[in-house]
């Protein structure tokens, strides 16, 4: 199985900061990564796939990169709709695994 | 507008079943395989069950095979999770999601609001 280990845990950030979430996996695979952002109460929203595309309608402030067992989510300048927690998935095999998730929450 | 709607949680006694429903509207349902997810209260999401388009191709997280059953009915559009010998670790809002079909894995565009299941006595 492929473990997904996302780092940190949490992040406290201001409005407008660049904010960096580190996806690792606990062997290469092909980097069919996905990202997923939840807000309290709501499903889950893809943000992201095959590590570096992004979903239709998705802010360009979102961008995703990384390859092998290192993947990286970045939002570039933090809007007040984006605090909420993000997961990563590997989209690679079964079984299917999240990453733990990263909490944004405000400074 | 597409949509996919969960059903059937409920309150069940450890040993018990529920059947869990996703309805689903807007697409073309049967041309997406589909998934079952969930989340344990204040926990991460953990991936349960897929099923392809037709229901030949299925997969089982560990922690569930034996014990959950996942099918499909096209011509109804809806999705279904049968779920046996429910434990206390069982208790999580349930997710069905959408395969994106784009060729490139197993990533899930669209899911329903959830259901939540909570095991107890």
């Known amino acids: 199985d492929i473990q997904m280990t996302q780092s940190p845990s949490s992040v406290s950030a201001s409005v407008g900061d660049r904010v960096i979430i580190t996806c690792r996996a606990s062997?290469?695979?092909?980097?069919?990564l996905s990202w997923y952002q939840q807000k309290p109460g709501k499903a889950p929203k893809l943000l992201i796939y095959v590590a570096s595309t992004l979903q239709t309608g998705v802010p360009s402030r979102f961008s995703g990169s990384g390859s092998g067992t290192h993947f990286t989510l970045t939002i570039s300048t933090l809007q007040p709709e984006d605090f909420a927690t993000y997961y990563c998935q590997q989209a690679d095999s079964f079984p299917l695994t999240f990453g733990g998730g990263t909490r944004v929450e405000l400074k | 507008q597409m949509q996919l709607v969960e059903s059937g949680g409920d309150l069940v006694k450890p040993g018990g079943s529920l059947r869990l429903s996703c309805a689903a509207s807007g697409f073309t349902f049967s041309n997406y395989a589909m998934a079952w997810i969930r989340q344990a209260p204040g926990k991460g999401l953990e991936w349960v069950s897929y099923i392809s388009l037709g229901g030949g191709t299925i997969y089982y997280a560990d922690s569930v095979r034996g014990r959950f059953t996942i099918s499909r009915d096209n011509a109804k559009r809806s999705l279904y999770l049968q779920m046996n010998s429910l434990r206390a670790e069982d208790t999580a809002v349930y997710y069905c999601?959408?395969?994106?079909?784009?060729?490139?894995?197993?990533?899930?565009?669209?899911w329903g609001q959830g259901t939540l299941v909570t095991v107890s006595s």
């Open positions: 999601g959408r395969d994106s079909q784009t060729g490139d894995g197993y990533t899930f565009d669209y």
């Open positions: 062997q290469d695979f092909s980097g069919w």
